[in-house]
């Protein structure tokens, strides 16, 4: 995809961050990194939007929240999926699927 940006439809930040998530614990700034790594350089999530995201995923019960020393020895909340949180990235994962499906299936009409 080169160096195009990708805007997120509404609701999506959540779902990737859900499947950051489910690989490993980690912190803000090394889950907006593998995002962009995931997306390819596609998709790069501003601190703006991470952590309203993280907050709003911490109060519905989908992620965990506990500090511990980073990789570079500073002091850091690293975030991990619960299992509230498996359910909902499985559900999210199933809609979003069925969702792109459809309208792959409208764009392919002649």
Do not use: C
């Not at 614990?25 to 997306?39: D, P």
């Not at 350089?41 to 500090?67: C, F, M, N, T």
């Amino acid at each position: 995809m080169g160096q195009e940006r990708l805007e997120l439809p509404q609701g999506t930040l959540d779902l990737l961050i859900l499947k950051a998530l489910a690989l490993e614990s980690l912190h803000g700034w090394a889950i907006s990194e593998r995002l962009q790594q995931f997306t390819r350089d596609a998709v790069q999530v501003q601190q703006g939007s991470l952590y309203p995201a993280l907050h709003r995923l911490e109060r519905r019960g989908w992620i965990k929240a506990h500090w511990a020393i980073s990789e570079n020895n500073r002091r850091a909340k690293y975030y991990k999926l619960t299992p509230r949180g498996q359910k909902q990235l499985e559900a999210e994962t199933a809609a979003w699927r069925k969702l792109s499906a459809a309208v792959g299936h409208v764009l392919d009409m002649a």
